[in-house]
């Protein structure tokens, strides 16, 4: 598997037997990012910053429910959850996706706002990589994230959802934040796109330019 970082909580993911997902497609206002063509599309929750499917090409499946799902060489499953810390009161439902393909397991956590329940710490356990919202104010911030990383105990962490240049949502954070929360003894790689095999402990992956 490839995967690919397309800014915001937008990333590419390639099997290795060419099957594309693209998850949480954004509009490019937000940040000028490449338009992919896909075979499936996730969507962790209606919010216009992470369901903008006019950034997305091909003739693709939408995947924006709680339903299991098998897509070709891609297992899909959903663990419901919420976007803030008061069981969705202020910002609605959020849906983590575990992809499960090529012998590996990933989880994209999408706009997570709470620190995870039992159900997504089984889900993330020992995952290959999880993607996981670092920039607070929608999300976790960048220390609730370290700590939420330190409980879930996937075998690579990547950061997303945050302020980088060119992005236009001043008020989340940049990366800075969490990375300094972590673990000083995680290696900290970063990347231009995940290969397999994956690294172990964090990936900082540079998001691609159009």
């Keep these: 598997m490839n995967i690919t970082y397309l800014g915001h909580a937008s990333f590419l993911l390639e099997t290795d037997g060419g099957t594309r997902i693209v998850t949480d497609p954004y509009a490019q206002s937000i940040l000028p990012h490449p338009v992919e063509r896909a075979h499936v599309v996730t ?34 499953t959903c663990v419901p959850c919420f976007h803030d810390s ?13 992809f499960e393909t090529d012998g590996l397991r990933v989880v994209h956590l999408g706009d997570l706002g709470e620190m995870p329940s039992p159900a997504l710490i089984a889900a ?15 999300t976790l911030t960048g220390e609730e994230a370290a700590k939420a990383a330190a409980a ?38 970063h990347l231009d796109a995940l290969q397999t095999p994956f690294p172990t402990g964090v990936a900082v992956l540079a998001p691609a330019k159009p």
Aim: hydrophobic share 40%.
């Design 124 to 138: 993330c356990n020992g995952a290959d990589a999880v993607l996981i919202p670092v920039g607070g104010t929608y």
């Design 43 to 76: 969507m962790s929750h209606e919010h216009h910053d992470h369901c903008d499917l006019s950034q997305v090409k091909g003739d693709y499946v939408i995947v924006n429910s709680t339903k299991a799902c098998t897509f070709l060489d891609v297992k899909i």
């Design 152 to 189: 879930l105990s996937p075998k690579l962490v990547v950061p997303m959802h945050y302020r980088c240049p060119g992005h236009s949502f001043e008020v989340i954070s940049t990366e800075a934040p969490f990375l300094a929360a972590l673990d000083p003894a995680l290696p900290v790689h």
């Design 86 to 98: 008061v069981q969705g009161k202020m910002r609605g439902p959020n849906r983590a996706y575990v």
